[in-house]
């Protein structure tokens, strides 16, 4: 079975810093998604790590550490459009299909 | 990246009516599938649509229920059938895009938001 987590909520100042934490424990692993979702509209794909290490894609970053069953979002110098939920996903095996954890909803005050 | 649409974008049935969502993908993808998201819940696949055959469905949804068609491979069709108002959903097409590990992602189409009388 599949059981990801991630926290449900949090909440940072505009032009801070905000890290959201993703454990999962999975029956095989070939890589860890991480999506933003804007309330009623479609998860939009922020990044993939299959391999130990940080990936950076200018004000977001995700790190991934196989070993730990861990996981993270960075986004930097955050903006009022960063307002939104951000869903962790691990691919299992050999299917490819995605799991979700529930989603952590980051609001972003002035 | 694949570029995806969904028809309809919402509607809004009567209970007992089936819907059929259509899922339209503009290259040739390696594996499509069908999610599910529950207002205030994350996603829940539903099922991988295979090419010329079957779909692969997981534990707790039917082919009787949401029966899939995947006629080639840029398009395929989700039905919801015998709709109740449990049915009330936000129902995503998704597709697995491959060019290495480089560019190996999952994409999401826009979605089809589903309400039942």
């Known amino acids: 079975g599949q059981n990801i987590d991630q926290p449900t909520e949090m909440t940072a100042t505009e032009g801070a810093i905000v890290q959201i934490n993703c454990t999962y424990q999975t029956s095989g692993f070939n890589g860890l998604f991480w999506y933003q979702q804007h309330a009623g509209e479609a998860p939009t794909f922020l990044s993939y790590n299959v391999l130990d290490g940080l990936e950076e894609k200018g004000r977001f970053s995700s790190f991934l550490s196989r070993s730990k069953g861990y996981s993270y979002l960075l986004l930097k110098e955050l903006q009022m459009k960063d307002s939104a939920s951000y869903l962790c996903a691990v691919r299992g095996g050999d299917d490819y299909k995605l799991s979700f954890g529930a989603g952590t909803t980051v609001t972003v005050r002035a | 990246s694949a570029v995806i649409s969904q028809k309809p974008s919402r509607d809004i049935c009567q209970r007992g009516t089936s819907l059929t969502i259509q899922c339209q993908v503009d290259s040739q993808v390696t594996m499509m599938f069908w999610y599910r998201q529950q207002p205030g819940q994350s996603l829940t696949l539903i099922a991988t649509?295979?090419?010329?055959?079957?779909?692969?469905?997981e534990s707790g949804f039917v082919i009787d229920k949401f029966p899939i068609s995947r006629p080639n491979l840029t398009f395929s069709t989700l039905t919801v059938s015998n709709m109740s108002p449990e049915d009330s959903s936000i129902y995503l097409c998704s597709v697995r895009t491959s060019g290495g590990s480089s560019t190996d992602t999952q994409y999401f189409g826009p979605g089809t938001r589903l309400t039942v009388l």
């Open positions: 649509a295979n090419q010329g055959s079957e779909a692969t469905y």
